[in-house]
Each structure stands twice: as C-alpha cells, then as structure tokens.
C-alpha cells in the first residue's frame, strides 16, 4: 500500500509518520515539498506518488490570522480538499481527512452530532466547512473526520503554554465557558491507522466511508484543563510558580480574539465508535500520557 500523507510537520502529522509507517510506503510531505495553495502542484504530486490513500493532516489552522488571510486560508482548507478528492477519484484512492469543530456555532446546550446543522463563525470554520463540501462532491470515498483541541507532544499546543507560563506567573487567567475534548495527536494517528488498516482488509466497497465525529471522551473547559496540566507537572516534579488554585477563570468575553470560537465544542463520536467498534479513550489519559513526553 501507498500513502500519501500532508501536512508532516504539524502535531497530527508528525505522529501519522509514527503509525502510518508499518502499513506501507508513506509518502510524507509538508509545505517545503508542496503548497497546498498551488492547486497545479498539489495534482501534479498525486499523479506522481499515484497512491492507494491520501490522508490529508495539512490545514491554514492560525484561526485568528485567518480572518485578515482568507485567500490563503481558502486555498489550504477550501480548495485543497477538493482537488484531493478529484485526483483520488481519478486513481482509485480513498481520502481521509481532518476537520474540526469550528464547523460549528457552538450555541448547542448538548454535544454536536454528525447530522446537525453548521453554521461557522470564522473565516477558519467556513474555510474548513468548504472542504468538507469540496471532498465529499468530489468522490464518495472519502472519511471526513472532525476533531477538537488537537494536543500533541511534538509543536505548539496550549498544554505547552500554560506550562510556559505557569513557569513564569504566580497567577494565570484562563477561559471557564467554552468547553470541549482535548484529543491527543497520538490518538488520531492511531485510530487513523487503524481504519488504513481495515479499509486494505474490507476493500472500498465495504468500508463505511463518511463523515465522523473523532475526539477524546469526556469532556472539560480551557480552565479545567489548565488546572488539570498545571497540577500534573507539580506532581511529576515540574517546577512551577502557578499553582492549580491561582488558575482564575474568565469568561471569553474578557479573552476578545479576531476570531470567534465556539463556547460548545463538544462532540458525539457514538457513530464513528460504532462504525469502526473502537472505544475512546477519557481526554486525561492522552493529554497525561502527553506531559509524561515532555517533561
């Protein structure tokens, strides 16, 4: 089996390489190899590689940059997608690709369903919503997997900030009315190996292709999350000036950002949990096996 796989560099990207790798050839590339913004050189790499699976972990994700960038985020995370499908469609392949929960207004009191009505509130969100549209129109064999609070042990992520700055401030102020499910890199790269796996053993026409809800179980807001990545570097030893009970929490509207995010990022995975019999694990348990990586 051959696999082309974007975005290498990224979190999700560099743990793909991890557990892509024993199932075939990996074909990784990243921005330095090809733009995904260059839709000629993007088919032209597909024709090239000519693979049995795209995965696709690339993304314009600067959310707030975005707002002022939209060309480029249009090219990345609208056009991208489709010219993925299209080629996929020409070769036979299968397309899995990433999404998110900006897809979303987020005023929802429960947890989002695959069936429920979008409605982005940034340039980020719609941008990925047109992908989502883009790939799906341009083959039916495609797995459109919508994630959250993607955390990992390799680039930049907000478990890493807070312990930044719990290393410089005695008092931090996060966040306490958005609430969502922080997903481990880690796990999407296992779970996405996973269905490469199942998808090479039933073949496309068995395989339920599609869209699916894909996140951590459980879920928490940005300040329980601070207080929970806080109190467990003091216990591995980290040392730190913050202190779990010094993180204050702040409603977003003190928090203004170009961008608006979604106070309700919550997610229901029953139909992807179910289509692929896989349990996911409790949000703590990555996020913990995670801060054990790094530090």
Known sequence: MRILMTGKNG??????????????????????????ADGAAL????????PDVIVNAAA????????????MAHAVNAQAPGILGEEAAKLGASVIHF??????????????TETDPTNPQSAYGRTKLQGEQGLAEAT???????????????????????LRL???????????????APTSAALLADVTAHLVR???R?????????????TAGGDTSWHAYAQFVIDHALKMGKPLKTRPERVLPIPAASYPTPAKRPHNSRMDTTRFQTAFSLVLPDWRLGVGHILQTIL
């Not at 314009?60 to 060309?71: G, P």
């Not at 039916?140 to 807070?162: C, D, E, Q, Y």
């Not at 290393?167 to 969502?180: W, Y």
Request: glycine fraction near 10%.
């Open 11 to 36: 979190q999700l990207g560099f743990e793909l390489q991890r557990a892509l790798a024993p199932l075939g050839e990996v074909v990784a590339v990243g921005t330095d190899d090809c733009n995904l």
């Open 43 to 50: 088919r032209e790499l597909i024709q090239k590689v000519h």
């Open 60 to 71: 314009y994700t600067a959310v707030d940059k975005a707002e002022t960038d939209q060309d």
């Open 99 to 112: 999404s998110t929960d900006y897809v979303f207004d987020g005023e929802k009191a429960g947890s989002y």
């Open 140 to 162: 039916p064999h495609h797995l459109i997997l919508r994630t959250s609070w993607v955390v990992g042990a390799h680039g930049g992520n907000f478990a890493k900030t807070m």
């Open 166 to 180: 719990a290393a410089e401030r005695d008092e931090l102020k996060v966040v306490a009315d958005q609430f969502g």
């Open 198 to 200: 199942q998808l090479a």
């Open 202 to 214: 039933e073949g496309a026409e068995k395989f339920p292709y599609g869209l699916y809800h894909l």
